[in-house]
């Protein structure tokens, strides 16, 4: 069994559609793993379908942890998902099972691996105001405001990135500091005394805007609509992070009848399409130095995949 510090874990990353569930899955059959989710949509157990969470069919083959844990009404942080996923890794050290952490969502990565900037709990008082001013201003003019207190912040994200834009809006106005100052004072610690190796998958752009496009129209035609129908009926708030998830807003327009379902699904792709683009400029600067695929997963990718986890299994070395 191998000590605490030596255990190994596998992150799993890539844009949305590229293939990551379909590779983790592959990995957790081959090396007796257990699939960890680090998608922070996939969490929230009302959003099955428009997340892509893996199928039941799936989930019964090895174990999957973090998919469907909280409810659409709560708020899943980096330090609440790093809190989870943490236990979940040593759970499955603990079974003799590898852990294969797999997802999207670039903050949940970097602070399992570098640990968590020490950002002070913003009060609550302050994020609504940073929510209320956002509303009252407009995408465009708020990420003016931001760009005066964090330009750095502001030219990374562009104006349609709400729930990134007021982050950076509250942490500034609780702390008199940007959060991209803070976010250089990361400990560099791992959360967890492991060592890991990073597997990124990152197709060519025109390949995975097909695939996306394609897996929309699946999400809908398996009952996409009725689930956001659903959502509408909690009477949740509309800043609730699952919320805003990808495809969220415009199937719910189209039910307010303000859009056709034909121009719901156009917007969603697009915006699907600027969040792949956004997963892929981090991971050309978070992931450098472990295996990167220039591919859509497919079976064909098994024999140079496997052949890189052996390795790192073995030696520690990826």
Request: aromatic share 6%; glycine share 8%; with cysteine.
């Amino acid at each position: 069994m191998n000590t605490a510090a030596s255990a190994p874990v596998l992150v799993v990353t890539g844009p949305t559609a590229s293939g990551k569930s379909a590779l983790a899955l592959d990995v957790a059959v081959e090396f007796t793993g257990t699939v960890i989710n680090a998608d922070s949509m996939q969490v929230y157990r009302d959003l099955a379908i428009l997340t892509a969470r893996p199928p039941a069919a799936d989930q019964a083959r090895v174990p999957h942890r973090l998919y469907g844990v909280l409810s659409a009404s709560e708020r899943c942080s980096a330090g609440r998902w790093l809190d989870m996923a943490c236990r979940e890794i040593e759970a499955a050290h603990a079974e003799g099972r590898l852990p294969v952490v797999v997802g999207g969502t670039g903050l949940y990565l970097k602070a399992l691996m570098s640990g968590l900037s020490p950002i002070p709990e913003i009060p609550d008082d302050v994020r609504r105001a940073a929510r209320e001013r956002h509303t009252r201003l407009g995408g465009d003019a708020f990420h003016a405001e931001v760009a005066r207190v964090d330009p750095e912040t502001a030219r990374r994200l562009p104006p349609g990135d709400g729930q990134r834009l007021i982050r950076a809006f509250e942490v500034f106005q609780a702390t008199g500091v940007p959060l991209s100052t803070w976010q250089r004072r990361e400990s560099g610690t791992p959360a967890i005394a492991a060592r890991f190796a990073t597997l990124a998958l990152a197709p060519p752009r025109d390949e995975l805007y097909r695939a996306i496009d394609r897996r929309f129209d699946a999400m809908v035609a398996a009952g996409a609509v009725d689930e956001i129908a659903a959502l509408d009926r909690l009477g949740l708030d509309g800043d609730l992070p699952a919320m805003k998830a990808v495809g969220v807003p415009d199937l719910r327009r189209h039910l307010r009848g303000e859009t056709s379902l034909e121009d719901a699904c156009a917007s969603a792709k697009r915006a699907s399409r600027n969040f792949a683009k956004r997963q892929l400029t981090w991971q050309r600067h978070q992931v450098a130095g472990d295996r990167v695929i220039s591919a859509q997963y497919s079976e064909s990718l098994r024999p140079e995949i496997f052949s890189f986890i052996r390795q790192f299994l073995l030696t520690g070395h990826s």
